[in-house]
């Protein structure tokens, strides 16, 4: 058994290495063990912090997609000056915003009025 100290850093080890291997080498601890309790939901649970600014790009998309719903991924990724990747911006739309990427269906309108109605909305 393991104390609750050593499971945070052979964790925290393993976030910084991202190698089960290397940190069995370092910690001596067995592979399936630390990856166990990487993956566990029950046990330690400690925030990857390769992200720190993933409140701030929540943020972001979400003031980007009020603007216009329709920006594609690589548009936000140029709205970010392309600090972020694109498998970056979709993961954080997809489980922290809970959006899909579901195509939208062009309808064409014969009612000018109608139009500019919507547009106004």
């Given amino acids: 058994m393991f104390s609750l100290d050593a499971k945070i850093i052979t964790i925290r080890i393993y976030y910084k290495l991202n190698n089960f291997r290397l940190v069995e080498e370092f910690t001596k601890i ?3 063990t630390i990856c166990r309790w990487v993956n566990s939901k029950n046990n330690v649970k400690i925030e990857n912090d390769k992200n720190p600014n993933k409140q701030n790009i929540i943020k972001v998309i ?4 009020i603007y216009n719903p329709l920006f594609t ?3 936000i990724q140029k709205f970010l000056n392309f600090e972020y990747s694109y498998d970056l911006i979709r993961n954080v739309m997809k489980n922290e915003l809970n959006m899909t990427f579901k195509k939208t269906k062009w309808q064409q ?3 000018l009025e109608k139009l500019k109605d919507l547009q106004n909305f």
């Avoid at 979400?62 to 997609?65: F, G, I, W």
């Fill in 30 to 32: 067995s592979k399936s």
């Fill in 109 to 111: 309108y014969t009612n």
């Fill in 73 to 75: 991924i690589k548009e």
């Fill in 62 to 65: 979400k003031e980007v997609l």
